[in-house]
Every structure is written in structure tokens, then in C-alpha cells.
Nanobody
Framework: QVQLEESGGGLVQAGGSLRLSCAAS????????MAWFRQAPEKERDVVAV????????YYADSVKGRFTISRDIAARMVFLQMNRLKAEDTAVYFC?????????????????WGQGTQVTVSS
């Protein structure tokens, strides 16, 4: 099992930036991919960005392409989400997640472990 802990959320004005961090511990050698999800009030949890752990290939939701960047530090066992040009609609609780089972299609990844979430609030 992999344990995850997010940090870096907060309140920011529209157009501003935030950087989220997620530290992984436990069975980190089993990580195939890590991802950021978000969930706004009364909405479903949606994937924001995914990074394949071994080779760093990334995928993004259309709503954040060109504004958000996911990256990972293998040695530190961390994943980051740099969020620029934030909009009010980016307001949500952001979760870090780990997938340990490989998948050819990133959309079919099953996530085994989740962090507790960190609140991001963008004021307009």
C-alpha cells in the first residue's frame, strides 16, 4: 500500500498561481502512475492530470491544458501540480492518487491509494 499526503492548497485570486505537492510513502516501488483529481461541491471527482511514473509521460484534462503542469521527482517520491492562470472554476478539493496496475490507456487506470485532499479556492 502507498500512503499519500498533499500540501500546497490555499486561497488565490483569479489569474494567480499555486503549486500542489504530494509525498508518497510505503510501497512506492509499485507505483505505475500518479494523478491529480479534483472535486468541486456537488460534482463528481474528475481527473486533472496524470504522469506515468517510469517515463514521465503526462496527460491533462482539456480544461487545464496549457495552464497546469504535472511533474514528479522519483528520488523524493513526490508529484507536483503547478497551476497557473487559475480561474474561479478551478475551485475544488484536489486529491493525489496512485495507480499500481499498468494500463496501456491512461484512461483505464485504476487508482489504489488516495490522499486526504487539499482545498484550492480561486476568488474572482
Amino acid at each position: 500500500q502507498v500512503q499519500l499526503e498533499e500540501s500546497g492548497g490555499g486561497l488565490v485570486q483569479a489569474g494567480g498561481s499555486l503549486r500542489l505537492s504530494c509525498a508518497a510513502s510505503g510501497r512506492t516501488r509499485s507505483i505505475f502512475a500518479m494523478a491529480w483529481f479534483r472535486q468541486a461541491p456537488e460534482k463528481e471527482r474528475d481527473v486533472v492530470a496524470v504522469v506515468i511514473w517510469s517515463h514521465g509521460t503526462t496527460y491533462y484534462a482539456d480544461s487545464v491544458k496549457g495552464r497546469f503542469t504535472i511533474s514528479r521527482d522519483i528520488a523524493a517520491r513526490m508529484v507536483f501540480l503547478q497551476m497557473n492562470r487559475l480561474k474561479a472554476e478551478d475551485t475544488a478539493v484536489y486529491f493525489c492518487a496512485v495507480a499500481t496496475r499498468p494500463s496501456i490507456d491512461y484512461r483505464d487506470l485504476a487508482y489504489d491509494s488516495w490522499g486526504q485532499g487539499t482545498q484550492v479556492t480561486v476568488s474572482s
